[in-house]
């Protein structure tokens, strides 16, 4: 087995699933070198190709949320905690369906007496019934992957709120700003966003650069952007040039 043979096990040993993009960037190829090393791997049953991703046989099975909420999932509950620790008891929150925004929700256990709103089922589980938390889900369509509501209802919902802390994750951040793969997402953490008196976007390095579907917003919809790493410069340069705070944790 070749010296990036091992790398790509290790890599997939401690994330479980990973996207092809994050991986080859991880070994520093080509996402066509990194087709050709996934081939005998494959065939010899050490990993399962997926669309877009590589994974594990025995995590194979998982929902597409479960993965990705494996993915930098270190990073992930780094960002969490440094978010969590500039919320107080007793405060308003409005968090999107994603996986950063997930790991939050379950760092907030150690705040009480929160007011949150969301249209992610994962994280109305995580924060309802506990801490004397209130939590208001909004309803709509609801997603097989991830269990979160979306549609026309959901963001007239999240309209209704005015919260202190809005937070949202991003599926990619170009110089451009925040964008997604999904427009009903896209749309849902535009609403959101709109409705904090802070405004927080939270999203770990893998996502800058990468170009996604739909734009969210520009950089000036927000005050505050909180990654694992600092952006590249161009991106850092725009956010600056915004008025938009980078904090890297």
């Known amino acids: 087995m070749s010296k990036r043979h091992a790398q790509i096990l290790d890599y997939l040993h401690k994330a479980g699933t990973?996207?092809?993009?994050?991986?080859?960037?991880?070994?520093?190829?080509?996402?066509?070198?990194?087709?050709?090393?996934?081939?005998?791997?494959?065939?010899?049953?050490?990993?399962?190709?997926?669309?877009?991703?590589?994974?594990?046989?025995?995590?194979?099975?998982?929902?597409?949320?479960?993965?990705?909420?494996?993915?930098?999932?270190?990073?992930?509950r780094r960002i969490a905690r440094t978010v969590a620790g500039t919320i107080a008891d007793g405060e308003s929150v409005m968090l999107d369906t994603g996986t950063t925004t997930s790991y939050l929700a379950r760092e907030l256990l150690a705040r009480?007496?929160?007011?949150?709103?969301?249209?992610?089922?994962?994280?109305?589980?995580?924060?309802?019934?506990?801490?004397?938390?209130?939590?208001?889900?909004?309803?709509?369509?609801?997603?097989?992957?991830?269990?979160?509501?979306?549609?026309?209802?959901?963001?007239?919902?999240?309209?209704?709120?005015?919260?202190?802390?809005?937070?949202?994750?991003?599926g990619a951040i170009v110089t451009q700003g925040v964008m997604d793969f999904d427009l009903a997402e896209a749309e849902f953490a535009r609403t959101a966003l709109a409705r904090g008196a802070r405004r927080l976007v939270i999203t770990d390095r893998t996502k800058f650069g990468r170009r996604g579907l739909v734009l969210v917003c520009g950089f000036d919809a927000f005050d505050e952007l909180v990654s694992d790493a600092a952006p590249p410069g161009d991106i850092a340069a725009a956010l600056a040039k915004a008025g938009c705070r980078m904090t890297a944790c």
């Open 18 to 76: 990973m996207t092809t993009v994050v991986l080859a960037e991880r070994l520093g190829v080509s996402t066509e070198t990194l087709r050709r090393d996934l081939k005998p791997l494959a065939r010899d049953g050490k990993v399962t190709k997926m669309h877009g991703a590589v994974g594990l046989p025995g995590l194979a099975g998982e929902a597409p949320f479960e993965r990705r909420m494996r993915e930098n999932a270190s990073e992930k």
């Open 112 to 170: 009480r007496r929160l007011t949150v709103v969301t249209n992610s089922s994962d994280i109305a589980r995580t924060l309802a019934t506990v801490n004397g938390n209130t939590v208001f889900m909004a309803g709509g369509q609801l997603r097989s992957d991830s269990g979160a509501a979306f549609g026309a209802s959901a963001i007239e919902f999240a309209a209704r709120f005015s919260v202190d802390h809005a937070i949202i994750s991003a």
